[in-house]
Each structure stands twice: as C-alpha cells, then as structure tokens.
C-alpha cells in the first residue's frame, strides 16, 4: 500500500512539474559589434525617408543589467554564462568594436513575444529585438547604429536553429546571436 501511494505522488508530482521543464524556455546570446571602417553601398538611415520606420521602442520590454531580476517571460543571463565571450573576445582582437554583448532566459511561445530593448547608453545602438517561434526560431533585430551624426539601419528577421551560431550582416556593423534551449 505504501509503494502505491508513494507511486501516485509522484505521477502526480510529475504532472504538476511538467508545464515548468515545457518546451520553449531558452537562453538567447548576442554579440552586436561595428566594423571600423564605412563599407561600399552603406548609407545614412533617414527617418524622414517615404517607408522608412524607426524602431518601435514603446511596447518594449527592458531586461536587467546581468542581475538576474526577473521579468514576466525575460530574465537577464550572468555575463559567467555566456558562450560567445571567445568570439566576442576574437572580434576585438581583429579591430572590431563590441558595442553591445549581452544575453537572457526567455520562455518563446508560438505567440507574440515582448521586444527586448538594445541600448548601449552611449548612444550608438538603440532598437529592439524580438524573438519567436514556430516550427523554427525567428530573431527579428531592428536595431540603428549612429555613426558620425548619421543613422543606419539592421531590421531582419531570420530563420534559426538552436545550439547554431547565426551571423547578420550590415555594411556598418554586425550581429552574432546564439539560442540554446534549457
């Protein structure tokens, strides 16, 4: 009789546990880093430009500085759990610049996800990142880089695979983005 309880509790402990280890809770890293030199076919970013949109800045979410504070879905990851630190590392040695270099737990629903907010504080980047999902992983940078009083413009939304290092490309400045899932 007792085993019989015993088992019972814990095919009810498991039933109660098992939304929390659910699918989707995952650690995203990213590394944005600008090159130093202007390349061919860059321009300004002009937010008086037919079409052009700045980044939509007023829904976004913070997430805190590396203290682990936690947000609804978002919670900062400790710099000491990084895994792009070498590759951030490798960049600077290679002359380029680490402007941004930070990551966060985030539980991504097949829903609408809360836009992570980029600022470097110093005025070079500002913008958002959003993460989704589907049957892939969508990072969707919109992020602007201002660069001798002018403004230029990531806004992609690319296609990932988890536990694979993924690259996006700008003449100015790029961004290295790694989600691996808890």
């Given amino acids: 009789m007792t085993n019989r309880i015993k088992s019972m509790l814990c095919a009810l402990l498991l039933c109660v ?3 929390a280890f659910a699918a989707g809770n995952y650690t995203i890293e990213v590394v944005i880093f600008a ?3 202007y390349g ?3 321009l300004p970013y002009n937010a008086s430009a037919p079409n052009a ?3 939509a800045t007023s829904g976004a979410r913070y997430i805190s500085s590396y203290n682990g504070s936690p947000y609804s879905q978002l919670e900062a990851m400790p710099s000491s759990s990084f895994v792009l630190s070498d590759d951030a590392a490798r960049l600077k040695r290679e002359g380029y610049q680490i402007l941004w270099h930070g990551g966060w737990f985030q539980n991504v629903s097949t829903g609408r996800n809360p836009e992570i907010r980029i600022n470097t504080g110093d005025g070079r980047v500002d913008g958002t990142i959003r993460v989704d999902r589907s049957r892939y992983l969508h990072f ?3 992020l602007l880089l201002t660069r001798n009083g002018a403004q230029y413009q990531l806004k992609q939304s690319r296609r990932m695979r988890s536990r694979e290092l993924h690259y ?3 003449p100015l ?3 290295l983005v790694y989600a691996r899932p808890i």
């Fill in 40 to 42: 061919a076919g860059a």
């Fill in 17 to 19: 546990a098992a939304p």
């Fill in 168 to 170: 996006l490309d700008h």
């Fill in 173 to 175: 400045f790029g961004v």
């Fill in 140 to 142: 969707k940078p919109n």
């Fill in 53 to 55: 949109q700045p980044p």
């Fill in 35 to 37: 090159q130093n030199s």
